[in-house]
């Protein structure tokens, strides 16, 4: 059972937008930064979203994140087939003090 | 360029310890924290602890305090991981990550290393 709840899958076809949602508590999403990572097929996870809605250089503006209260969103517009893969929230938590993953959500491109 | 480099595959029987290794290169060693985060096969990421390669102090999580072990090598820009008393819901691909502060992105990571766990 993940501290951060996401849903277990989420799908769209080429060029939808598609949003992944992320709940937590005030103890970790309510109080610190959100950070959201892709995971493909067999590859190590890769940084997408940090502190709550930054891009990292070379990542696509089709990919944002937003945060309000103890949730958190990760949004991809103009979904691409190569946008398949594992998304994965994190965020430290307060009262473990510890980094906390969601679950993660495997998005299908149809 | 900025990479970390993990050490290979291993498999261990029940009861033993397992020790990985994670060579950083492209950045200066010491200004980044280096945490391990693990996947079971098929399960999602869990974040095992962090070290501070500066002054070698490490935090672990709850779950892994006492059998896990993080250290570092200054003159090689490794970080090391050893888990103890090993057992089959061991077995998992173990990842080092780096990040800029305590508490901020894990912005590079390696590229795993499966430890197997079976007798």
């Known amino acids: 059972q993940s501290v951060l709840t996401q849903p277990p899958s989420a799908s769209g076809t080429p060029g939808q937008r598609v949003t992944i949602s992320c709940s937590g508590s005030?103890?970790?999403?309510?109080?610190?930064?959100v950070y959201w990572y892709q995971q493909l097929p067999g590859t190590a996870p890769k940084l997408l979203i940090y502190?709550?809605?930054q891009r990292p250089s070379g990542v696509p503006d089709r990919f944002s994140g937003s945060k309000s209260g103890t949730s958190a969103s990760l949004a991809i517009s103009g979904l691409r087939s190569e946008d398949e893969a594992d998304y994965y929230c994190a965020a430290w938590d307060d009262s473990l003090s510890a980094v906390v993953f969601g679950g993660g959500t495997k998005l299908t491109v149809l | 360029q900025v990479q970390l480099v993990q050490s290979g595959a291993e498999v261990k029987k029940p009861g033993a310890s397992v020790k990985v290794s994670c060579k950083a290169s492209g950045y200066t060693f010491t200004s980044y924290y280096m945490h391990w985060v693990r996947q079971a096969p098929g399960q999602g990421l869990e974040w095992m602890g962090i070290i501070n390669p500066s002054g070698g102090s490490t935090s672990y999580a709850q779950k892994f305090q006492g059998r896990v072990t993080m250290t570092r090598d200054t003159s090689t820009s490794t970080v090391y991981m050893e888990l103890s008393s090993l057992r089959s819901e061991d077995t998992a691909v173990y990842y080092c990550?780096?990040?800029?502060?305590?508490?901020?992105?894990?912005?590079?990571w390696g590229q795993g290393t499966m430890v197997t766990v079976s007798s």
């Open positions: 005030s103890s970790n999403i309510g109080s610190n930064y």
């Open positions: 502190r709550n809605n």
């Open positions: 990550a780096s990040s800029r502060t305590f508490h901020d992105a894990f912005d590079i």
